[in-house]
């Protein structure tokens, strides 16, 4: 599972960064040979700004149960599941959760 910080800056190298202590990463637990840069195996990642994020895999899993059970006709329901399909990734899925 990830974490995501909100209001916290992208650090642009180590020696701004809030895990990183005198000597070593406080998140990899890797030594830091410099604090002038941000270290290759750095595990953070930006997040663009979004509007809410939702899990669009279970929308759409419920969206199909919905045209199963006839609560919405199948051409809504490809319009709607294409809308989806199509809208941007702001945080992609972890390994395991897709």
Same mark, same amino acid.
């Given at each position: #599972? ?8 992208? &650090? ?6 809030? !895990?990183?202590?005198? !000597? /070593? ?5 890797? !030594? ?8 290759? %195996?750095? &595990?953070?990642? *930006?997040? *663009? &700004?979004?509007? =809410?994020?939702?899990?669009? %895999?279970?929308? #759409?899993?419920? #969206? ?9 006709? =199948?051409? %809504?329901? =490809? ?5 989806? /399909? %199509?809208? &941007? ?10």
């Amino acid at each position: #599972m990830g974490v995501y910080l909100p209001n916290m800056e992208m &650090p642009d190298k180590c020696g701004h960064c809030r !895990f990183a202590t005198a !000597f /070593e990463c406080e998140v990899t637990k890797n !030594f830091i040979t410099t604090f002038n840069v941000r270290q290759a %195996d750095c &595990p953070l990642v *930006p997040v *663009p &700004p979004h509007g =809410r994020c939702v899990d669009a %895999d279970k929308l #759409m899993q419920e #969206m199909r149960l919905f045209v199963k059970e006839n609560m919405l006709s =199948r051409d %809504d329901a =490809r319009e709607l599941l294409e809308t989806i /399909e %199509d809208a &941007p990734t702001v945080i992609e899925a972890e390994e395991g959760e897709a």
